[in-house]
């Protein structure tokens, strides 16, 4: 049985001899290393998580340095789907900590006022007063002007930041699909904010542009408190 053997593999064709030897060094050349591999990709995704953490820091040196902000600001909401575009105009305010007096004055007035712990909303026009709580999903951009620490921003979002000339651009895309948008884009020149770009999908985006930018000058705390109305309707649902 043995010289049988020995016969069987001398009588095999030089080809198919060749072929099997070429066979067995290829499979050996393309045989991935499977740990460099994951080596490399954890060494990917720290340096990437090390980058967000340092672009949210360079985005609350920033903000952080805004005990108050007030300004003029354009807003226009576009939906390509309706082919159809919505201007407003008005002020916003802004008091750390979560304080903000948003307030549209054409083409009609509406009046979001939030003390920190209350949010008022009050629509001229139809005279009625909306009061809720302070939450996670109320004016996530304001959350976002106003938070203090990274851990908070690495946890809800990703960040990427870039910088041209003077202008400084920061997006925040969020990691939860409950918060009803795909991106927020922040940009600050000579970091004065300049726009907010709000993309709810792929469809519709809202911007701001602000004018008139006066930085860190004394507002009073009342100015973030709605003074109702008579004769409007209110519906307070801090009582449930």
């Given at each position: ?8 593999a ?18 050996k050349?393309?045989a ?40 003029t ?20 305010k ?5 304080k ?14 939030s ?59 969020p ?10 884009t ?9 726009n ?24 009073r ?20």
């Amino acid at each position: 049985m043995k010289k049988l053997s020995l016969v069987i593999a001398v009588c095999l064709p030089l080809g198919l001899l060749a072929t099997h030897a070429i066979s067995e060094t290829m499979t050996k050349i393309d045989a991935p290393n499977i740990s460099t591999t994951n080596e490399n990709k954890a060494v990917a995704n720290v340096a990437e998580v090390d980058q967000q953490a340092e672009d949210a820091q360079r985005f609350l040196n920033i903000t952080n340095a805004m005990d108050t902000f007030q300004a003029t600001f354009e807003q226009l909401s576009v939906s390509n789907t309706r082919n159809s575009m919505q201007e407003r105009s008005g002020t916003l305010k802004i008091k750390s900590p979560g304080k903000f007096a948003w307030i549209i004055t054409s083409p009609y007035e509406i009046y979001e006022l939030s003390n920190g712990e209350k949010l008022w909303k009050y629509d001229v026009d139809l005279e009625e007063v909306d009061i809720n709580k302070v939450s996670e999903k109320n004016n996530q951009f304001m959350r976002l002007l106003q938070s203090e620490e990274t851990a908070p921003l690495l946890k809800e979002y990703q960040i990427f930041a870039d910088r041209y000339g003077d202008e400084s651009v920061f997006s925040f895309i969020p990691l939860s699909d409950q918060l009803g948008f795909s991106q927020i884009t922040i940009s600050f020149v000579n970091e004065q904010l300049n726009n907010i770009r709000i993309q709810t999908d792929l469809e519709q985006a809202t911007i701001f542009d602000f004018n008139d930018v006066v930085i860190n000058e004394p507002i009073r705390d009342s100015e973030f408190e709605l003074a109702i109305p008579e004769g409007v309707d209110v519906y307070d649902n801090t009582l449930f």
